[in-house]
């Protein structure tokens, strides 16, 4: 079945700094990449999502890339700013198997410091 | 629009009960997954339902079941609680069952096993 594994585990940066949070996953027929922010508390928060037709996606400060051939994908945060601290995870399809249900990483705590 | 609902928000059990937790899913959405988050972790899938029958399940016991009602609510039941139980129970909601069909999540229910 499919396994994600998500670097690093931690990252602090400055605010208005750049946060990349990188993922790979096992099985090359997984389509869907999504992925979460978890505040303390609280239930994961779909932040962008990317599905195997493309190789970029961008919503403002967030941007995710996708490499099919190397099988990982990037989350990039531009100008970070302190309530972006959460943990973020990545996730991808389990393609073939159960139906629809997501491989996780292990998430990346991401604190911006002002 | 509301989100995905669930309760109890927080509930704590011995070892050996039973414990019901419930889910509403975003009105229109008729696929609701059940997520298990430790602490530290991502989420780990254990069930998936569409039109009230199963269409995916985790690697968990036998004694985690589930079910959707006619409204697409769900609830999970877990018996004969063990310490290991305890974690935040998730509940995710999606149009469908698409391999590539977002999944919203709510807020969780805190379950502690003592």
């Known amino acids: 079945g499919e396994n994600v594994e998500q670097h690093p585990s931690t990252l602090s940066v400055q605010e208005g700094d750049s946060a990349v949070i990188k993922c790979t996953y096992s099985d090359s027929a997984s389509n869907y990449f999504p992925w979460y922010k978890q505040e303390l508390g609280k239930g994961p928060q779909l932040i962008i999502d990317i599905r195997s037709n493309v190789g970029e996606k961008k919503d403002q400060r967030i941007a995710v890339t996708l490499n099919k051939t190397a099988k990982h994908f990037s989350l990039h945060i531009t100008e970070t700013q302190p309530e972006d601290s959460a943990v973020y995870f990545c996730?991808?399809?389990?393609?073939?198997?159960?139906?629809?249900?997501?491989?996780f990483g292990k998430g990346t705590k991401l604190s911006v410091k002002p | 629009d509301a989100g995905v609902t669930q309760s109890p928000t927080h509930l704590i059990k011995t070892r050996g009960q039973q414990v019901t937790l419930r889910c509403s899913p975003i009105s229109g959405h008729k696929s609701v997954s059940w997520y298990q988050q430790v602490l530290g972790q991502g989420p780990q899938f254990i069930f998936q339902?569409?039109?009230?029958?199963?269409?995916g399940r985790g690697n968990f016991p036998d004694r985690f079941s589930a079910r959707q009602f006619p409204n697409y609510s769900s609830e999970l039941n877990v018996n004969a609680l063990l310490l290991g139980d305890s974690a935040l129970y998730l509940c995710?909601?999606?149009?469908?069952?698409?391999?590539?069909?977002?999944?919203?999540f709510g807020p969780g229910t805190r379950l502690t096993v003592l």
């Open positions: 996730a991808a399809n389990n393609y073939g198997g159960s139906q629809g249900n997501l491989i």
């Open positions: 995710a909601s999606s149009f469908s069952t698409g391999d590539a069909d977002t999944q919203y």
């Open positions: 339902y569409y039109e009230k029958e199963e269409r």
